[in-house]
Nanobody, 125 residues
């Protein structure tokens, strides 16, 4: 299984980016997916998750209303649309695959099966 994030970069505050997590060899439609990030000198934190069928999602409070997660099962790709970016969003963003097929998603107490290598997002003020 391979999971590759892309779409990161250097942007100015209030600009937008869309991150992609493309998977190969994963039964993508059977996995819930989560975006994590690790900000400089901070612990890794969950940013957003989406259920295996794409019907339900959750967001970190600080990104609620600015970020949108989506899951394209036909393309085996997870997306994170990030709008109104802030310098505090600067981080390495990772995707992770959760084999749970539940009605709701979470990034707490989850055993992830696979992780991507991360993509850097830098937001300048």
């Amino acid at each position: 299984v391979q999971m590759v994030e892309s779409g990161g970069g250097f942007v100015q505050a209030v600009e937008s980016l869309t991150l992609s997590c493309t998977t190969v060899g994963l039964e993508f439609e059977n996995y819930a997916m989560t975006w994590f990030r690790r900000r400089p000198e901070k612990e890794r934190e969950g940013v957003s998750c989406i259920t295996w069928n794409g019907q339900e999602s959750q967001y970190l409070d600080s990104v609620q209303g600015r970020f949108t997660v989506s899951k394209d099962n036909a393309k085996n790709t997870l997306l994170l649309q990030m709008n109104s970016l802030k310098p505090d969003d600067t981080a390495v963003y990772y995707c992770a695959a959760d084999p749970s097929r539940t009605l709701a998603c979470s990034w707490h107490h989850v055993e992830y099966a696979y992780w991507g290598q991360g993509t850097q997002v830098t937001v300048s003020s």
